[in-house]
């Protein structure tokens, strides 16, 4: 939070984990890295516009999704389908 420019040289790893990771717990952090990470890099928000798709319509849990919605909100408004799905899962 203090500086995500130090971890900005790790984010294919962190995208690489966003892909083949299950556990939810660490799912959200991944999630929370990546959207600190977005506004400095504006190409990591078209990368990220498949798994978070896949993530807010797949999963169960409302932590997940809550930062899921959140990290399309900070850093992925340029993306329009993403905030649109975004926008209807919060409508109901």
Same mark, same amino acid.
Do not use: D
């Given at each position: 939070?203090?500086?995500?420019?130090?971890?900005?040289?790790?984010? =294919? !790893?962190?995208?690489?984990?966003? #892909?083949?990771? @299950?556990?939810?717990?660490?799912?959200?952090? %991944?999630?929370?890295?990546?959207?600190?990470?977005?506004?400095?890099?504006p190409r990591l928000?078209?990368?990220?516009?498949? =798994? !978070?798709?896949?993530?807010?319509? #797949?999963?169960? @849990?409302?932590?997940?999704?809550y930062e899921a %919605?959140?990290?399309?909100?900070?850093?992925?408004?340029?993306?329009?389908?993403?905030?649109?799905?975004?926008?209807?899962?919060?409508?109901?």
């Amino acid at each position: 939070r203090k500086n995500p420019q130090n971890y900005l040289a790790l984010a =294919p !790893l962190f995208f690489k984990l966003l #892909t083949h990771t @299950a556990n939810n717990w660490m799912l959200i952090k %991944i999630v929370k890295l990546l959207g600190a990470l977005c506004p400095l890099e504006p190409r990591l928000g078209k990368k990220l516009v498949e =798994p !978070l798709t896949t993530l807010i319509n #797949t999963t169960p @849990a409302k932590s997940l999704l809550y930062e899921a %919605i959140h990290t399309v909100s900070v850093g992925m408004t340029p993306h329009l389908p993403i905030v649109q799905l975004s926008m209807e899962k919060l409508r109901g």
